[in-house]
């Protein structure tokens, strides 16, 4: 079956669609109707469109249907593997994992995998709507929606100020028709102005910073001078240790690639590193900032540090001592469970085969050729700060801005198809 447009029509109708759904894809906790919480809105985009690219692509783009059935064939057969490891192993889901459905006791072909595999499909779906039919007339649709998504962060921050209580009023998903499990409400307390942490349309604040890092870094490639200081400051106000790792990230590959700083002022860079010191020690209400932001949670001397590295721990533990050498190599299955480091739920799930896969996959991006060498440079950068954050402390593969940036290095620099314009 062939849809009755031309080339030129299909992508033209494919543009405007991806102009849609890009103005949405910064936000994840409003969805249509609020008791599935599955029905966000860029989802719903992805997969209604789905069959009409996928037949418009018959004619338009063959390499998209060639990359798709690609990806599919190799997700199949390393899915068959483990569960071929599971058939002839039979090995025990212990109190070791945090299982997505702790209820469910099957061991073979469980339901999440499914559930979880409609999360992941919707990312590559994008990905590859993006690699394959965007243009650099997308990138704006791109940024103003990460700005809504901020602006929409300081309005929640500024209303709990004034009104003492939580600021979101737009987010309505729930998990199990549980209200608020869809958008974490929490303050954080810097010398006694309490502040509620920024986590806008995202959930939670270490999955705002997981959107927004990659962003962020591709703005200061683009020399969008508003764009960097407005997401720095949401993210700084996120106190997401996440987020303090993507701009450690981006601060080191700034201090690589800024050579003519490094000859005039490396002077400065022991002041840099003395100032936080000194206000450590002489500064109560900033010693108790980074303990509670930074320290304590990377030491695990909190609640939230002592649990993750717990269950990385208890995970990694799992994946040693309860998998014999072939259920090391590919794991129990994609969605089986879900520590809180893609690092530890990668081997669990899939193996070291599934971890050298998605890896290699993640990577290979940095190798695409881009006329801009300065972008290029700090797109490596925005790949190696979303790779840490995700393998450390954010398991999560469905928030569109990881796909997003996978994708950039293909349409960034392709013109449009019907507007000889770029976007710089």
């Known amino acids: ?212 890092v990659p962003i962020w870094i591709l703005s200061v490639g683009l020399k969008q001078r508003i764009d960097q200081v407005l997401f720095f400051a949401a993210l700084v106000l996120s106190f997401s240790t996440s987020a303090y790792l993507g701009i450690f990230v981006l601060a080191c590959g700034w201090l690589v690639f800024n050579r003519a700083f490094r000859k005039k002022y490396v002077w400065l860079l022991p002041l840099a590193l003395l100032a936080p010191f000194a206000l450590y020690y002489f500064s109560a209400g900033f010693r108790h900032f980074i303990h509670d932001a930074v320290l304590d949670k990377l030491t695990g001397a909190s609640v939230s540090g002592e649990q993750r590295t717990g269950y990385m721990k208890n995970h990694i533990s799992y994946w040693v001592h309860d998998l014999n050498f072939f259920g090391k190599l590919v794991g129990l299955g994609f969605g089986y469970a879900r520590s809180t480091d893609f690092f530890s739920t990668l081997l669990v799930n899939n193996g070291i085969i599934g971890l050298l896969l998605f890896t290699w996959f993640f990577f290979k991006h940095a190798l695409v050729p881009m006329r801009d060498r300065y972008l290029h440079q700090y797109y490596v950068v925005a790949l190696i700060a979303t790779y840490c954050i995700m393998m450390l402390s954010v398991p999560e593969f469905g928030y569109l801005s990881l796909w997003i940036l996978l994708a950039f290095p293909y349409f960034y620099d392709r013109m449009s198809f019907t507007y000889q314009t770029r976007y710089r």
């Open 1 to 212: 079956m062939r849809l009755p447009l031309s080339n030129t029509q299909a992508r033209n109708w494919v543009s405007v669609y991806l102009c849609l759904l890009l103005a949405i894809s910064a936000f994840y906790s409003i969805v249509v109707p609020p008791l599935y919480s599955v029905a966000v809105p860029s989802y719903l985009l992805i997969n209604i469109a789905a069959p009409f690219i996928i037949l418009i692509s018959i004619n338009v783009s063959r390499e998209f249907l060639a990359e798709l059935g690609w990806i599919l064939l190799a997700y199949l057969v390393l899915f068959a593997l483990s569960q071929w490891y599971i058939y002839l192993a039979h090995p025990v889901l212990n109190d070791k994992l945090i299982l997505l459905n702790a209820e469910d006791k099957t061991v073979q072909f469980r339901h999440t995998f499914f559930t979880q595999s409609w999360y992941l499909f919707n990312g590559i779906l994008l990905y590859l709507y993006l690699k394959y039919y965007a243009t650099s007339r997308h990138l704006p649709y791109i940024f103003w929606s990460f700005r809504i998504l901020v602006i929409y962060g300081f309005i929640e921050v500024l209303l709990y100020q004034l009104l003492h209580r939580n600021g979101d009023f737009l987010s309505n998903r729930m998990f199990d028709n549980v209200p608020g499990t869809g958008s974490l409400f929490q303050v954080n307390s810097i010398g006694g102005w309490v502040v509620q942490r920024m986590k806008s349309l995202t959930g939670e604040p270490s999955m705002f910073a997981f959107s927004v």
